[in-house]
């Protein structure tokens, strides 16, 4: 342990120079909440979720950007910190079109609101990442209430005009953190903040729709969004979060292997967010993330086909591979190894490539293996 420590919540710890109190307080499993801090990207403070008490400081302080000092006493949940951070919820939720409500005890009270926010005429649809948004989980745990809410109607049109996504900034609350994810973590610098004050909104090139941006639509900026603003357009209204399960597998578009979950609802794959692990720590291109829709796809061969009289007829597996290493093992035994090449996929996993490398060397018999990426 370091030699030199602090206290939060009455418990001491050691940090290493340079740490912030959201640092040292994650290591020690201690629950702070943030809405814009991004994991790799510099602190913004934008927020104010984090903030926390601290003995001698004249304010509240941001735990996110805010150095620890050796002998700092910190208070994570204390009755001024929970005041403030109920404050900033409620102003969040006030500034936008936060329509989703939180539920209160009184359950007519709850419908009485979402018919309100709803309008009369169901136009203001409800958010499509009710129970998936983390300003909302925020209202819960602190029971900011439906009642003292004053919803702000949209005051945007969505941007719905790419087959990605769905740019909803009536309900953002200008954290900045897809701003960072996309200049500071996937480096396509293609958002920004425009306007100033109450205007504050992000931009993609002079306010225009993504598609006529630099936007390469990998789509890191709607897995950082906290809230509703930025939402996959494929089903955000028939697909909720609790109903899919997760599948962790390797993308197998290339050969850098990029671990993503699938999220699988009824067997079918209904959308992709990138691990928090190497080799992309939690980043996807636009082809692993959105490119998923041959997984369900009728067109594809789900048995081996054999071709007949010009025509193909469906096998077994041992029998398809029985015929293909009858075949092989004659070429080899009568013209020789070198009279066969292996061609490997980027589409392959680097294991599946070595295995295919292994399989030429050892099986064929010949040197003949190459990588479609030379060609
Ligand atoms: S973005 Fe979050 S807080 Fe806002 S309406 Fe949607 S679920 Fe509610
Ligand atoms: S999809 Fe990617 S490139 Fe486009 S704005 Fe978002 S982070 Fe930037
Ligand atoms: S769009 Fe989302 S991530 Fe970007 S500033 Fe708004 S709330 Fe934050
Ligand atoms: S998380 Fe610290 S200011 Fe936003």
Redesign the pocket.
């Given at each position: 342990m370091s030699a030199q420590t602090l206290s939060i919540n009455g418990r001491e710890f050691g940090f290493e120079p340079g740490e912030t109190i959201l640092a040292v307080a994650r290591r020690h499993h201690i629950d702070i909440p943030t809405l814009?801090h991004l994991k790799g990207a510099m602190p913004t403070g934008a927020c104010r979720i984090c903030v926390v008490e601290v003995v001698g400081a004249k304010t509240l302080l941001t735990a996110c950007n805010t150095k620890v000092d050796a002998g700092m006493q910190v208070q994570t949940e204390s009755p001024t910190v929970v005041a403030a951070r109920k404050l900033i919820i409620q102003l969040m939720l006030s500034s936008g079109n936060h329509n989703c409500a939180v539920p209160g005890s009184d359950r007519q009270e709850w419908t009485d609101f979402q018919i309100k926010v709803q309008g009369e005429d169901g136009s203001n649809q409800l958010c499509p990442v009710w129970g998936d948004c983390r300003l909302q989980d925020l209202a819960f745990r602190y029971q900011v209430s439906p009642e003292r809410l004053d919803v702000t109607p949209a005051r945007y049109p969505m941007e719905t005009v790419n087959p990605f996504i769905v740019?909803d900034?009536s309900?953002?609350?200008?954290?900045?953190?897809?701003?960072q994810a996309c200049n500071e973590v996937q480096v396509n610098n293609a958002i920004q903040f425009g306007y100033r004050g109450p205007e504050a909104k992000?931009i993609a090139a002079d306010d225009k729709p993504l598609k006529d941006s630099d936007c390469v639509f990998c789509g890191e900026?709607v897995q950082?969004?906290?809230?509703g603003?930025?939402v996959e357009k494929e089903g955000r209204y028939s697909v909720r979060l609790w109903e899919t399960q997760q599948v962790r597998t390797t993308c197998s578009y290339c050969g850098v292997g990029c671990q993503l979950d699938l999220h699988v609802k009824d067997n079918r794959v209904v959308r992709v967010t990138g691990v928090d692990a190497p080799p992309n720590n939690g980043s996807l291109c636009v082809k692993g993330r959105f490119g998923y829709h041959f997984v369900n796809s009728p067109e594809r061969l789900t048995d081996p086909l054999i071709k007949e009289n010009g025509k193909f007829r469906k096998a077994s597996w041992d029998e398809a591979l029985d015929l293909v290493a009858n075949k092989f093992k004659k070429i080899r035994d009568t013209h020789g190894g070198d009279s066969m090449g292996v061609l490997v996929s980027a589409r392959m996993t680097n294991e599946e490539n070595y295995v295919a490398q292994k399989f030429t060397r050892a099986v064929l018999k010949t040197n003949n293996i190459d990588h479609c990426a030379r060609l």
């Open positions: 814009c740019r900034f309900r953002c609350i200008n954290c900045g953190r897809c701003v992000i900026c950082v969004c906290p809230v603003a930025l």
